[in-house]
C-alpha cells in the first residue's frame, strides 16, 4: 500500500525559508512526486513536480524560490521554499503517482491517486 509522509512545514517571517519533506513507500513501479498547496476556498495549486528521471516542473507563482529535489533519504523529495510571501500560506501536500501525466493535469487520466495529509505552512507578513 502507497504511502505519503510529509514532515516540516510551520511558521515563519515572510523572506524566510521552509523545507518540506515526502517520504513515499509502496510504490512498485517509478513514479512522480509533487506538491500541491490550497488556501480554504481557492482552488487547488500545482507547487512542483519531479518525475523519476529527476526533471521538475515549477508553477510560475513560485519559480525562483521553491525548488524540489530528491531527499537525502531513498525515496524521499524535498520542497526547498525560499524568500517566503505571505500569500504562499497555504496547506500544503504530497502527491505521488506511478501515471505521471496524473500530477500534471486532472486530464484525461484524473487526479494523482496518492495524496499524504497535508502540512500547514503559514508565512506571516
Known amino acids: 500500500q502507497v504511502q505519503l509522509v510529509e514532515s516540516g512545514g510551520g511558521s515563519v517571517q515572510a523572506g524566510g525559508s521552509l523545507r518540506l519533506s515526502c517520504a513515499a513507500s509502496g510504490f512498485t513501479t517509478t513514479y512522480c512526486l509533487g506538491w500541491f498547496r490550497q488556501v480554504p476556498g481557492k482552488e487547488r495549486e500545482r507547487v512542483a513536480i519531479i518525475r523519476p528521471d529527476g526533471i521538475t516542473t515549477i508553477a510560475d507563482s513560485v519559480k525562483g524560490r521553491f525548488t524540489i529535489s530528491q531527499g537525502s533519504a531513498e525515496n524521499t523529495v524535498d520542497l526547498h521554499m525560499n524568500s517566503l510571501k505571505a500569500e504562499d500560506t497555504a496547506i500544503y501536500t504530497c502527491?505521488?503517482?506511478?501515471?505521471?501525466?496524473?500530477?500534471?493535469?486532472?486530464?484525461?487520466?484524473?487526479?494523482?491517486?496518492?495524496w499524504g495529509q497535508g502540512t500547514q505552512v503559514i508565512v506571516a507578513s
Open positions: 502527491v505521488g503517482d506511478s501515471v505521471c501525466p496524473r500530477l500534471f493535469s486532472e486530464k484525461p487520466f484524473g487526479p494523482p491517486r496518492y
